[in-house]
């Protein structure tokens, strides 16, 4: 009995005596993200759809400087995007600008948010978040308002109320520099197109200052409205 005891407890062949199990596998996602991530995460992917929205405006012939100083258009332009924006976090957790920079939404216990539980928590967002981005002015009251929520909730006012969970991975390099060129490119997208209306828009300049304008219009995407 003892000889079988000692044959049971001796190495196998096939199993080194010093053999060490690998360590368990790190977890998809880890702690919620810092705000700064966030932020960048949620203004990438509003850039890059303005960019798009005011491209195809301009390529399909629209009255650029009407629809820039029509308060209302401005107010629900975002509007498309919200919808979007509801799918990606109820199909996948994510959208591109929080892919990119390894951010995920999920409920309290891990599970998709549901159809009805995206849509409460993007109305939220977009409205007591930016503000619907209408005027610069609302959207900086509003941002300001969600730092100090999330400061003392631990998270913005949206998750808080749906009992959501934002988890990140470690940061991407590369998610980081194609950040960084998809926002630079959407913000000069956007100024290509709008910037001779929104020049319009500015009181008398001097000299230095009608050059610098001029300067600036040189980059400009000529009207295609007739």
């Known amino acids: ?21 690998p360590p368990p ?41 009407a629809i820039f100083g029509n308060g209302w258009i401005i107010l629900t332009h975002l509007i498309p995007w919200v919808i979007i924006e509801i799918f990606l976090i109820h199909r996948f957790a994510t959208t591109p600008g ?44 509003c941002m300001t308002i969600s730092v100090f929520t999330t400061l003392r909730f631990g998270k913005p006012t949206w998750d808080f ?18 950040a960084v060129v998809l926002f630079s490119s959407a913000v000069l997208t956007q100024m290509a197109v709008t910037m001779p209306y929104l020049i319009k828009t500015l009181p008398p300049q001097k000299e230095e200052g009608k050059q610098l304008l001029e300067g600036l219009q040189r980059w400009t995407l000529p009207s295609r409205h007739k």
């Open 161 to 178: 109320l749906g009992n959501h969970r934002v988890v990140s991975k470690p940061l991407n390099p590369w998610g980081i520099i194609l």
């Open 25 to 65: 596998p790190l977890p998809e996602t880890s702690a919620p993200p810092k705000l700064w991530r966030r932020f960048w995460a949620r203004w990438v992917d509003i850039n890059i759809y303005v960019a798009l929205w005011w491209l195809f405006l301009w390529g399909t012939g629209r009255n650029i400087e």
């Open 1 to 21: 009995k003892g000889e079988f005891n000692k044959q049971q407890e001796a190495p196998s062949a096939e199993t080194p005596a010093d053999f060490n199990p």
């Open 98 to 141: 929080k892919w990119l920079l390894g951010i995920r939404v999920l409920n309290a216990d891990g599970s998709l948010l549901s159809l009805t539980e995206s849509t409460r928590r993007a109305v939220r967002a977009y409205v007591m978040g930016i503000g619907l981005n209408w005027v610069m002015a609302v959207t900086l009251i």
